[in-house]
Protein backbone atom coordinates (compact mmCIF):
# COMPACT_ATOMS: atom_id res chain seq x y z
CA UNK A 1 0.00 0.00 0.00
CA UNK A 2 1.05 3.46 -0.66
CA UNK A 3 -0.14 6.72 0.52
CA UNK A 4 0.59 10.09 -1.37
CA UNK A 5 0.09 13.58 0.23
CA UNK A 6 -0.48 16.48 -0.96
CA UNK A 7 -1.73 20.45 -0.78
CA UNK A 8 0.48 21.70 2.17
CA UNK A 9 1.77 24.88 1.43
CA UNK A 10 2.54 28.19 3.13
CA UNK A 11 -0.55 29.90 4.45
CA UNK A 12 -1.26 33.23 6.72
CA UNK A 13 -3.15 32.59 10.16
CA UNK A 14 -6.28 32.22 10.13
CA UNK A 15 -6.24 30.57 7.00
CA UNK A 16 -6.93 27.26 5.46
CA UNK A 17 -5.76 24.35 3.36
CA UNK A 18 -6.65 21.04 2.08
CA UNK A 19 -4.33 18.20 2.56
CA UNK A 20 -5.29 14.77 0.42
CA UNK A 21 -3.88 11.55 1.36
CA UNK A 22 -4.59 9.01 -1.86
CA UNK A 23 -4.01 5.09 -1.39
CA UNK A 24 -2.75 2.80 -3.76
CA UNK A 25 -5.54 0.37 -2.14
CA UNK A 26 -7.33 -0.52 0.82
CA UNK A 27 -7.06 -3.60 2.40
CA UNK A 28 -8.30 -5.08 5.68
CA UNK A 29 -4.83 -3.68 6.95
CA UNK A 30 -5.98 -0.08 6.06
CA UNK A 31 -9.13 0.14 7.84
CA UNK A 32 -7.98 3.27 9.49
CA UNK A 33 -6.29 6.61 7.84
CA UNK A 34 -5.09 9.03 10.25
CA UNK A 35 -2.85 12.14 9.93
CA UNK A 36 0.27 12.66 12.28
CA UNK A 37 2.42 15.91 11.87
CA UNK A 38 5.79 16.51 13.25
CA UNK A 39 7.39 20.34 14.40
CA UNK A 40 10.64 20.62 13.40
CA UNK A 41 12.48 19.11 16.91
CA UNK A 42 9.71 18.08 18.35
CA UNK A 43 7.76 13.96 18.12
CA UNK A 44 5.42 13.53 16.03
CA UNK A 45 2.01 13.52 16.97
CA UNK A 46 -1.49 12.33 16.33
CA UNK A 47 -3.85 14.75 14.60
CA UNK A 48 -6.86 12.80 13.56
CA UNK A 49 -8.58 9.71 12.26
CA UNK A 50 -10.73 8.13 9.96
CA UNK A 51 -12.57 4.53 9.88
CA UNK A 52 -13.60 3.36 6.56
CA UNK A 53 -15.55 0.75 7.30
CA UNK A 54 -17.51 2.71 9.83
CA UNK A 55 -17.34 6.35 9.36
CA UNK A 56 -15.96 7.19 12.59
CA UNK A 57 -13.68 10.09 13.05
CA UNK A 58 -11.06 11.24 16.16
CA UNK A 59 -9.70 14.11 16.79
CA UNK A 60 -6.64 15.61 18.80
CA UNK A 61 -7.76 17.91 20.98
CA UNK A 62 -5.96 21.20 19.62
CA UNK A 63 -7.80 20.48 16.19
CA UNK A 64 -11.06 19.79 17.39
CA UNK A 65 -13.54 22.45 15.57
CA UNK A 66 -10.80 23.36 13.08
CA UNK A 67 -9.51 19.95 11.32
CA UNK A 68 -12.48 18.03 9.43
CA UNK A 69 -11.53 14.90 7.44
CA UNK A 70 -13.43 13.75 5.12
CA UNK A 71 -13.38 10.84 2.51
CA UNK A 72 -13.37 10.02 -1.40
CA UNK A 73 -14.06 6.17 -1.40
CA UNK A 74 -14.54 6.14 -4.87
CA UNK A 75 -10.97 7.75 -5.30
CA UNK A 76 -9.48 5.77 -1.72
CA UNK A 77 -8.49 9.22 -0.82
CA UNK A 78 -8.85 11.01 2.68
CA UNK A 79 -9.17 14.63 2.75
CA UNK A 80 -7.81 17.01 6.39
CA UNK A 81 -9.72 20.47 5.89
CA UNK A 82 -7.62 22.73 8.26
CA UNK A 83 -9.33 25.76 8.84
CA UNK A 84 -8.24 28.92 10.68
CA UNK A 85 -4.94 27.87 11.11
CA UNK A 86 -2.63 28.86 13.32
CA UNK A 87 1.60 29.48 13.52
CA UNK A 88 1.57 26.55 16.06
CA UNK A 89 0.69 24.10 13.28
CA UNK A 90 3.58 24.27 11.58
CA UNK A 91 4.36 20.90 10.79
CA UNK A 92 5.00 18.24 8.55
CA UNK A 93 1.72 16.51 8.07
CA UNK A 94 2.02 12.47 7.55
CA UNK A 95 -0.99 10.36 6.28
CA UNK A 96 -0.81 6.37 7.75
CA UNK A 97 -3.17 3.63 7.46
CA UNK A 98 -3.54 0.72 9.87
CA UNK A 99 -5.86 -1.58 10.99
CA UNK A 100 -7.59 0.19 14.06
CA UNK A 101 -8.72 3.76 14.93
CA UNK A 102 -6.02 5.16 16.98
CA UNK A 103 -3.95 7.75 17.80
CA UNK A 104 -0.75 5.44 18.70
CA UNK A 105 1.40 5.60 15.52
CA UNK A 106 2.60 2.01 16.50
CA UNK A 107 -0.52 0.77 15.16
CA UNK A 108 -0.05 2.23 11.44
CA UNK A 109 1.49 0.37 8.81
CA UNK A 110 2.25 2.42 5.82
CA UNK A 111 2.84 5.97 5.66
CA UNK A 112 3.39 8.62 3.56
CA UNK A 113 6.42 10.75 2.66
CA UNK A 114 4.78 14.13 4.17
CA UNK A 115 3.80 17.52 3.33
CA UNK A 116 4.96 20.48 5.00
CA UNK A 117 2.41 23.17 6.31
CA UNK A 118 4.00 26.08 7.35
CA UNK A 119 1.34 28.74 8.85
CA UNK A 120 2.56 32.71 9.24
CA UNK A 121 1.93 35.02 12.00
Known amino acids: VQLVESGGGLVQAGGSLRLSCAAS????????MGWFRQAPGKDRDFVAA????????FYDDSVKGRFTISPNDALNTLYLQMNSLEPDDTAVYYC???????????????WGQGTQVTVSS
Open 25 to 32: RRTLKTRA
Open 96 to 110: AAGEGLTAAEGWYDY
Open 50 to 57: YDWNNGDT
